[in-house]
């Protein structure tokens, strides 16, 4: 007998891109808001772009800015705020924008929430957004969560397998176990705790030899913040 060591993952996989996602500063983001409307200016100075360009553009920021509002009063709420203020923007505004983004451009996703009520928060602010540009995709989305009845998760679970449903904002409930088919990208709003668990949430996207990308987006507590400065850790 010979014992050998399997040390390779040697399941059938695509390339696979981690990201981590720090929410930017406020003052870096008031300069680039700025930066942003100047060009806006400049552009539609140059060329006459097309009425319904323009109003994308104006609805996407509109939308933008009242889920940045809203999304400093849920942090509140939910006790993720440790400071006075806020030194970056709110993590679950970010999560939900990243949500739609995905799902907009036809990127099959899950975005993992730590608890019941980031999940419904989450997919909450990505409608606002989809529905603020006049988007579709905002019926193409729905929350999964302990709580909800059997035939309604089943339902979901379905849904999303047979591409009715374009992404969906989960707590852990969804993070293995349960075939969803082929995901293109997982979200993660703050450290889910372990190590292993972050792995086994992003392990959902990239199957059947497709490329895929994880996305870990960071709450202001010192954990997140370390991991955002220590990559290498994960």
Known sequence: ???????????????????????????????????????????????????????????????????????????????????????????IMEMGMLFAECVQHNLKCIAFCKTRKLSELVLTYARQFLDSIDSPNGLAIAAYRAGYSAEHRRAVEGSLFNGNLKGVAATNALELGIDVGALDVTLHLGFPGTVSSLWQQAGRAGRREQNAASIYVAFDGALDQYFMNNPEML
Do not use: I
């Open 1 to 91: 007998w010979r014992v050998v060591g399997a040390d390779e993952d040697g399941s059938p996989c695509g390339k696979k891109t981690f990201l981590l996602w720090n929410p930017p500063l406020k003052e870096a983001a008031k300069r680039n808001r700025k930066k942003l409307l100047e060009r806006q200016k400049q552009d539609r100075e140059q060329r006459q772009s097309s009425q319904e360009d323009h109003r994308y553009q104006v609805q996407a920021w509109k939308g933008r800015q009242l889920q940045k509002r809203q999304g400093r009063k849920a942090d509140e709420r939910l006790g993720e705020n440790s400071c006075s203020v806020r030194q970056r923007l709110s993590p």
